[in-house]
């Protein structure tokens, strides 16, 4: 199913209600809108007795419960890795489609197949494989192998590779990608796989000891399917060795956080809530009060930022007002749900809420829109006090100079994007260069001047080690993530910077999760290397 395809759905419906035929219909997913309008033709439909209707979805929130309510359910997990998937996109199009191809026609066939696989199963590896599940699916193969087929069948011996390429990027996978680190690993493989060499009878598949057929056999395609490992190799993707490492991080933190929501309180009385409130409450109170110890946040007057001096003045003022807010904001909570547990007032939906969040080990909502950082509350609160402190020792330094001397540390700040933005404005007044003329140019080597350099230390590396100079892979056994050494940034015109193809940008984000990209950072590596470090994920993090 895929939009446009609604009014030949019914009319299949139908005929195969008619004539008492199975139907199947697919993804229905991808048309949770339109499932309503299926439901009222069933219950209209006349059919003979053989007639079967088989209905095929992912799970989905908005899919019709009366749908699901008036059908027998089966649920199945389909097979993973690479191998099964290959494996079903033949048994999907089977002999008859595969042996009336070309040569040419069926090595393409294999090769948009083998990148469709490899779409699909790099999902296993969020955050580093893509930023979110995208829903590739078999519309998108079947939808590329359409525009293929008149490559394939062209009289001219050079495939227009670009057109597929553009093809691909631009609209079948690229128009379900929303992240635009996620657009440059897809591309990356085009490149990899949309190539005159994949015709060629030298050419072997994902590290494969076979090569592919010379003609279009069905069985012999299936042969060298057969021969892939049962379990996904790390170089199917281009990813890491050491991505199981980043996998089971990522595993166990989804297990726990789950194992958190249990302790969702439903339908309890009023007394009993208050119990289980004071109970599973007063470790955060405790924690909280401890943060404060030495810190007189809490009771401070909320200070006014200032509006005067540079624009690193006027950020390290704001950052540390809006920090004081939060403090004050998030102790107001809790001195309110000290109250509600010990009898004092009843409780609003507003704290509801936020008790609710804290019980789940989650943080509550009204906390993320002042800051958003950790998900968990514990972090939350440690983080929030450490990047205080470390705030108001900024404030209480009278030079500003001096603090841009010292290696800075990203993480301190509750929004560093901005003070690279408040570093950038005040090098254009100094300099006298419009800002939209600056670019952000990082160095990996100490430099001789150091007048407009800012030092940028505590970074860190996931997809490749780095010591400043290389890239080199990860070994099986390296830890996921590993430091970084010392990076050097600067604000220079963009006139002046020379294009260099050894150098990539890697993106630079606020944490591991990779939501927010703050800047990109410029490393040196062969060109031809680019598309390695692209597909193993390599970024960089100011925080874990």
């Known amino acids: 199913m895929g939009e446009g395809q609604e009014g030949k759905t019914l009319s299949a419906l139908n005929e195969a209600a008619r004539l008492g035929q199975w139907l199947i219909l697919k993804n229905l997913h991808l048309v949770t809108s339109w499932l309503p309008v299926l439901c009222q033709n069933l219950q209209e439909l006349t059919f003979q007795r053989n007639f079967r209707l088989w209905l095929i979805t992912e799970p989905h929130s908005l899919f019709s419960p009366v749908l ?9 997990e389909v097979p993973q890795g690479v191998k099964n998937n290959l494996l079903r996109t033949y048994s999907s199009w089977g002999v008859s489609y595969i042996e009336k191809l070309n040569p040419t026609g069926s090595r393409m066939f294999f090769v948009l197949a083998c990148v469709h696989a490899l779409l699909q199963e790099r999902r296993t590896y969020i955050p580093l494989g893509w930023s979110k599940a995208y829903e590739f699916s078999d519309i998108d193969l079947s939808t590329a192998i359409r525009l293929a087929v008149e490559l394939w069948q062209s009289q001219n011996m050079n495939v227009q590779w670009k057109y597929l390429i553009g093809l691909c990027s631009d609209a079948v996978y690229g128009g379900r990608i929303e992240n635009i680190q996620d657009l ?15 015709l060629s009878h030298r050419w072997k598949p994902l590290g494969s000891t076979t090569s592919l057929p ?10 060298v399917i057969k021969q892939l490992s049962d379990r996904d ?22 297990v726990i956080s789950q194992l958190q929501g249990l302790n969702i309180i439903k339908n309890k009385s009023e007394k ?24 007189d946040y809490i009771r401070m007057t909320t200070p006014t930022p200032t ?5 690193l003045e006027i950020f390290v003022s704001e950052e540390y007002c809006a920090a004081i807010l939060l403090i004050q904001q998030i102790h107001k909570c809790f001195a309110t749900l000290n109250k509600i547990t010990k009898g004092n007032i009843i409780a609003e939906d507003k704290d509801l809420l936020v008790a609710n969040s804290l019980l789940c080990h989650q943080t509550p909502k009204i906390w993320q829109s002042l800051w958003n950082g950790p998900k968990d509350p514990s972090k939350y609160l440690k983080n929030v006090i450490y990047k205080t402190a470390s705030i108001e020792r900024w404030k209480n330094e009278q030079n500003m100079d001096a603090i841009l001397k010292q290696p800075i540390n990203l993480s301190i700040l509750f929004h560093p994007e901005t003070f690279l933005a408040a570093f950038k404005q005040d090098f254009s007044r100094k300099s006298g260069v419009p800002m939209d003329e600056l670019t952000l140019k990082s160095y990996w080597k100490q430099q001789t001047d150091t007048s407009n350099i800012i030092t940028i230390t505590g970074l860190l590396v996931e997809g490749a080690l780095f010591d400043g100079y290389t890239l080199s892979p990860c070994l099986a056994n390296s830890d996921s993530i590993s430091t970084a050494p010392n990076c050097y940034l600067g604000w220079v015109q963009k006139q002046n910077i020379i294009e260099n193809d050894k150098l990539m940008e890697v993106p630079l984000y606020y944490s591991s999760n990779r939501e927010e990209i703050l800047t990109y950072l410029h490393v040196t590596c062969n060109y031809k290397e680019k598309n390695r470090w692209i597909q193993a994920g390599l970024a960089f993090f100011s925080t874990y």
């Open 272 to 295: 009993f809530v208050r119990e289980e409130w004071h109970k599973k409450l007063s470790p955060f109170m405790t924690l909280w009060k401890k943060l404060n110890q030495g810190h």
């Open 307 to 311: 509006n005067k001096g540079s624009s």
């Open 214 to 223: 010379t003609y279009s056999n069905y069985e012999e395609y299936v042969n």
């Open 233 to 254: 190799l790390p170089s199917y993707f281009g990813l890491p060795e050491n991505i199981d490492r980043a996998w089971e991080r990522n595993v166990a933190s989804d």
């Open 68 to 76: 699901a309510q008036n059908s027998l359910k089966i649920a199945y």
């Open 184 to 198: 440059v690993i897809l591309e990356s493989y085009l490149r990899q796989y949309f190539v005159d060499e994949v």
